[in-house]
């Protein structure tokens, strides 16, 4: 299939910034994606080894992370090995009788989802803020216009909320069959990078871990926020590439990348394997 949709995100003093994403999928092992929004392209194709990459930048933006939890709902409903699920709980929202699980760290909820009772679609994915963290950055994910495709149900229309504030919005235009295979599409882009992936893949972990000193940022108390660096683990299992990819002020930081660039891993695996792999790390600042 050919997927082609629009991007809405809302930016500073009511301005709205505008995207495209288009996606080609012929198995699991083979499609091919694009994001195109503002000055950012990147370019991703999958083949039997992982994804190849390409961008503009070295780094994912924070956007970018907030697109995947809209678009890439595998690993929105993929329970780790660390989470358990609560109890499935009936209510009804917007006239629609839905069945609801919490996915649970530990100490917290790390998200609610909630599936249409009468044929099973997700159809909203809700994150909570604890009275100790800062609030998220999307509160709220729903799913909505439903259509069949291939014989599945297919959301054509995507929301990110905060606060009730629609902050971003995905909007499928078609999703096409194309009567011929273009294998071309398929070829990995010149001068990209392969980030390997498999079906038995395990995810990095901490190790080793260096608490954020915040003494040494100056007026601290009452600050709330978040710091999301964006970091590649390596295959031996350092970081590398280590980046602020949305903060609070330049002191906190600071204070943060100096504390994370000491963390040690144990490397993401294909099998038996070490592998590199990108990832985004989130702060919660609320002194």
């Not at 009511?14 to 950012?40: L, Q």
């Not at 054509?156 to 294998?183: F, H, M, Q, S, W």
């Not at 790390?281 to 002194?287: E, K, M, N, R």
Request: net charge neutral.
């Amino acid at each position: 299939m050919n997927l082609k949709a629009d991007i809405d995100v809302a930016g500073v003093n009511g301005t709205t910034a505008k995207g495209d994403y288009i996606f080609d999928w012929v198995s699991p092992t083979e499609w091919r994606e694009e994001i195109n929004f503002a000055n950012y392209e990147r370019l991703r194709v999958r083949d039997a080894k992982g994804y190849w990459q390409k961008g503009t930048l070295d780094y994912q933006p924070a956007l970018i992370y907030e697109l995947s939890g809209m678009l890439y709902l595998q690993s929105v409903l993929r329970v780790r090995s660390t989470q358990t699920l609560g109890k499935v709980k009936n209510r009804k929202r917007d006239g629609i009788q839905q069945e609801c699980v919490e996915v649970k760290w530990s100490r917290a909820t790390d998200r609610t989802l909630c599936f249409d009772d009468s044929n099973g679609a997700l159809i909203g994915i809700e994150y909570p803020q604890d009275s100790y963290q800062a609030p998220p950055l999307i509160s709220r994910i729903e799913f909505g216009t439903f259509h069949s495709v291939g014989g599945k149900l297919f959301p054509y229309d995507v929301r990110a909320l905060n606060d009730g504030k629609v902050i971003a919005a995905v909007k499928v235009r078609e999703i096409t069959e194309p009567k011929e295979l273009n294998a071309a599409l398929f070829s990995p882009p010149a001068n990209s990078v392969l980030w390997p992936q498999c079906d038995d893949m395990q995810d990095a972990e901490p190790t080793y871990r260096v608490r954020v000193n915040y003494s040494s940022a100056a007026h601290v108390h009452g600050v709330r926020g978040k710091v999301i660096l964006y970091a590649v683990v390596e295959a031996d299992g350092s970081l590398s590439n280590v980046t602020v990819i949305r903060g609070i002020r330049p002191d906190l930081n600071t204070a943060v990348l100096e504390a994370v660039r000491q963390w040690r891993y144990k490397p993401a695996q294909c099998g038996q394997t070490p592998i590199r792999v990108e990832t985004s790390l989130s702060f919660d600042i609320a002194q």
